[in-house]
């Protein structure tokens, strides 16, 4: 089998792909698939922007695993609709949601490729997922990489705390085979070392070097049944997880390199319909301002609302707020910036969105300007692949 070869499994418009092959790598198969969707947006941008090859647009459960090619380093970024923060705690559904049962998918390919890396990345809110068993999901997916025979680390990262110009915070989960997690984590070595010293995370994104060595040991069942029952657990931003014994604690960024803004990412002479409308102006400042009212629900129940301002513009000279699939909407959490030419109010461009990623401009400029916008709300910091991806070719 050749070497540094990917699957990329829910592909969206490349984001891993593109990380991971300015880092060496090369993928050899990849899969995207947006169900209940007539036109495949997202696929028809990846088929454009990368040559033609062995890239599937099916539904991934479909796909017979003999179809896979072997490779080294299998990764995606699985669909996080059921834990993300656009829906409230209580209300997503996980690893049970239409959604979050993709993991499956992952899992049977995992099983059937053995990959020597797996690399994935969902939202931070997977840790505590669901609201009713915290930990259940994630405990889920450590025990089924553990029985595949994978130690496991995880770290949630946000990207402007190294140097990118966008507050976006995210799970990275890696997954290395046995052969290859002995020569890494060898008996000398602490899951506190690990952790903080010399694990991939922390060596792609240094931690401050404050861990307690003494960490608490949570067991994770092998019974997948149990597990769902009954476990639950407190899973911190970072951890190590090998033969069902999991090692978990808060970390600290450790980064003294460049930093990136929202204003440095701004294009110039931007077209006039980005620019508010005049008429528009005081429904803009009351969804971004703080409120305390009463509100009637559809059923005649009154209640109290509050909520605290955001930013209006704005700031320029700090990293942008996460971006939202909803930010092409009029929206509270859309983006607004006091345009540095005019002086004037306006939204994001499509080509700042995908530079607030670290795509290329005009990456998404194959679909219609509303989907570019959902693509960017949904995609990973190209960045923070690139890193990982050089710190795996030095295993």
Not at 10 to 25: D, K, N, P, Q, Y
Not at 129 to 134: D, V
Not at 331 to 352: A, C, I, M, Y
Request: glycine share 8%; net charge positive; proline share 5%.
């Amino acid at each position: 089998m050749e070497k540094n070869t990917v699957v990329e499994l829910f592909a969206g418009v490349g984001g891993f792909r593109l990380g991971l092959e300015t880092s060496g790598w090369k993928t050899i198969y990849a899969n995207q698939w947006e169900p209940g969707q007539k036109k495949q947006w997202a696929f028809d941008c990846y088929n454009t922007r990368f040559s033609k090859g062995n890239w599937t647009n099916i539904d991934i459960a479909t796909i017979d695993t003999k179809d896979i090619p072997d490779h080294t380093l299998l990764c995606g970024g699985f669909p996080c609709q059921d834990y993300s923060v656009a829906a409230t705690l209580a209300t997503s559904k996980g690893i049970q949601g239409k959604k979050g049962v993709l993991w499956w998918e992952i899992r049977r390919i995992a099983e059937a490729k053995r990959p020597k890396y797996i690399l994935l990345e969902n939202v931070d809110r997977l840790l505590k997922s669901p609201a009713s068993q915290r930990g259940r999901d994630f405990g889920i997916i450590l025990s089924c990489l553990n029985a595949l025979g994978y130690a496991i680390e995880w770290r949630v990262i946000n990207a402007a705390e190294y140097g990118f110009p966008q507050r976006r915070r995210r799970t990275f989960i890696f997954a290395t085979k046995t052969g290859v997690a002995k020569r890494m984590y060898t008996k000398k070595l602490t899951p506190a070392d690990i952790i903080g010293k010399t694990g991939l995370f922390a060596k792609a994104f240094p931690v401050l070097q404050d861990i307690n060595p003494q960490l608490p040991l949570i067991d994770i069942p092998e019974n997948l049944v149990e597990l769902s029952k009954s476990f639950s657990a407190e899973f911190e931003n970072s951890g190590y997880c090998r033969n069902f014994l999991c090692y978990t604690a808060r970390t600290t960024p450790d980064y003294h390199g460049p930093f990136k803004f929202l204003g440095d990412i701004l294009e110039k002479n931007v077209d006039d319909h980005y620019y508010l409308k005049e008429q528009d102006l005081d429904k803009w400042a009351y969804m971004k301002g703080a409120k305390r009212e009463k509100r009637i629900t559809k059923s005649g129940f009154e209640y109290n609302y509050a909520e605290g301002p955001i930013a209006y513009p704005d700031y320029l000279d700090r990293p942008s707020r996460t971006m939202l699939t909803s930010e092409s909407s009029k929206n509270r959490s859309t983006h607004v910036v006091k345009d540095p030419q005019t002086g004037k109010l306006r939204l994001l461009t499509p080509v700042e969105c995908e530079r607030l990623d670290g795509f290329p401009d005009n990456w998404t400029n194959t679909m219609p300007e509303k989907k570019r916008y959902f693509c960017m709300g949904n995609a990973l910091v190209v960045g923070l692949i690139e890193i990982i991806g050089k710190e795996i070719n030095k295993i």
